[in-house]
């Protein structure tokens, strides 16, 4: 409601849109901060992950387990998806509103599969008796593995809604925040997965 | 107003050349740690620094190519909280490790 508002105050204000403008980027300021709290949670997964990823329990340890295809695979689309969310923004700043959706679907599209990768790889480590409650090392592995499982659910979802607001308003001081903002938590989703390839994946086979 | 915001964001880099190089150093950034752990390049603590470097490298390169870090109006509070974010990562996790580490030693 407040969103519809401040577009109609955009059109006829100039002095008005330029604080306007200043609001939406205090907006995107305000979500970087977010994204620095989300590290900080993070920060704590991952140091208990690697405080315990030894304490076994007699269980299966991260060598037997990991099967690194799938996890490559699932690198290579998030990574891709990381620039196709990239391309969406460029496409935004151009005024190509069906190219910025389009965009945003690929990105949605490589999202919900490397989701089904991770949810494939859960599957199988329950079916291989590697639960939560196995050991140590597996509790903080799927805390912090399906933590940013959560996050790329969650920007799925949000993606819908924002894809939804584009075709019905298309790009407004808005509605382009929104996309800037669901861009910049995309990308960091990418390098928080780059970490868990890295501290989790390569170093569990190592 | 928009188109001029437009041209700024333009001008300072959003363009398409950023994208594709950033994609370019990110995959050269994810090929470089699997050819050390899965082909053997590198053993031991040479391998886990090197793969270790090449994580914050695409960081780094996701900061400034993607997310565009060093632009805007507020690049300089977004660089500040990135920095005190940085701090306490850093404390939180490298102090874990010290005194977990530690207290396997001690025991």
Avoid: C
């Avoid at chain 1, 800037?180 to 569990?204: E, K, R």
């Avoid at chain 2, 188109?3 to 470089?32: D, M």
């Avoid at chain 2, 690049?75 to 306490?88: E, P, Q, T």
């Amino acid at each position: 409601m407040a969103a519809t508002a401040t577009e109609h105050g955009h059109g006829h204000d100039h002095s008005h849109g330029h604080e306007e403008h200043n609001q939406e980027s205090m907006k995107v300021f305000g979500f970087w901060l977010f994204l620095i709290t989300d590290v900080l949670m993070f920060a704590t997964l991952f140091a208990t992950y690697v405080v315990l990823r030894n304490n076994t329990n007699g269980g299966p340890t991260a060598e037997e387990l990991f099967q690194l295809p799938i996890i490559i695979a699932n690198t290579f689309i998030l990574l891709t998806s990381s620039f196709t969310s990239g391309l969406a923004v460029l496409a935004m700043h151009q005024g190509k509103l069906k190219q910025l959706i389009g965009w945003l679907a690929v990105t949605m599209l490589l999202g919900a599969s490397f989701l089904g990768l991770e949810i494939y790889e859960f599957a199988h480590l329950v079916h291989e008796g590697a639960t939560m409650q196995t050991s140590a090392f597996l509790s903080a592995f799927y805390t912090l593995v399906g933590a940013h499982g959560l996050h790329v659910t969650i920007g799925l979802f949000w993606m819908i809604g924002i894809v939804l607001q584009l075709a019905k308003r298309g790009i407004t001081p808005v509605t382009e925040r929104k996309v800037n903002v669901v861009s910049l938590y995309w990308h960091f989703l990418d390098a928080v997965w780059i970490f868990v390839f890295t501290v989790v994946y390569l170093m569990g086979v190592m | 107003m928009t188109a001029h915001s437009n041209e700024n964001r333009q001008a300072s880099g959003a363009s398409l050349k950023s994208y594709v190089l950033g994609f370019a150093l990110s995959i050269l950034l994810t090929i470089i740690p699997l050819g050390v752990v899965m082909g053997g390049w590198l053993e031991g603590t040479a391998a886990l620094v090197t793969i270790l470097i090449a994580a914050v490298l695409q960081f780094v390169v996701q900061l400034f190519f993607f997310m565009h870090l060093r632009e805007g109006e507020d690049a300089r509070w977004n660089k500040l909280a990135l920095v005190l974010g940085a701090v306490i990562l850093i404390l939180i996790v490298g102090g874990s490790i010290w005194i977990m580490t530690y207290n396997a030693v001690a025991q």
